[in-house]
């Protein structure tokens, strides 16, 4: 099933692994932190809705219009009340809900960056979190090319040169790159 668990734990334990951890669980402490930070900073709706201001329904003399008065006149009640208290669900319950569904159209090929953006109403703590995460490079390999371009630039020979001609000798670099001709 899925690697990581309470049953790999014992077993690294049983080889003699004192630190062994439960990876599952240490992950979704890692996850509920995140939550509860994302969910404390999450932006609240305008508080120009006055809840308490009380619309009744007009009485009609008509039994039938009398009726869907009384229907409407509940139904707005209703509302009213739901929006005057806080209806968010908690944090929790948006991971217990995330953890128990099983999205549809989900594979491997599936762009999670947009998967993410257009299920932002379903989730909206989990979608910040992972739009902050999932942007991010996953790999160093750039970062490390950009270094050592760097290298090669910012020799002990150049070492007096400005900040500014300095960037532009980077930019320059990775602008000719493609369109210099090895002879």
């Known amino acids: 099933m899925m690697w990581g668990g309470d049953e790999e734990k014992r077993a690294e334990q049983a080889r003699g692994n004192k630190d062994a951890k439960n990876w599952q669980d240490e992950a979704q402490k890692v996850v ?9 900073s999450r932006p609240t709706a305008p508080q120009s809705l006055n809840v308490h201001e009380s ?5 009609n003399n008509n039994d039938s219009d009398s009726d869907s008065n009384d229907i409407m006149a509940e139904y707005e009640r209703h509302r009213r009340t739901l929006i005057s208290q806080d209806i968010d669900e908690d944090w929790n319950s948006e991971l217990r809900r995330y953890l128990k569904d099983m999205p549809n159209g989900v594979d491997v ?3 999670l960056v947009d998967w993410w953006s257009n299920n932002a109403k379903l989730y909206p703590t ?7 995460v999932l ?14 371009s760097a290298k090669l630039t910012g020799s002990d020979r150049r070492s007096r040169m ?14 000719w790159r493609g369109n210099l001709i090895n002879l």
């Open 162 to 175: 400005k900040a500014e001609i300095f960037e532009i000798l980077q930019i320059l670099k990775a602008k």
């Open 32 to 40: 509920e932190t995140a939550m509860r930070l994302y969910w404390n």
């Open 55 to 59: 619309n009744p329904a007009p009485i």
């Open 135 to 148: 942007p991010s490079q996953a790999s160093s390999v750039p970062c490390e090319r950009a270094f050592s």
């Open 109 to 111: 090929n599936t762009d």
């Open 126 to 132: 989990l979608s910040r979190i992972a739009l902050d």
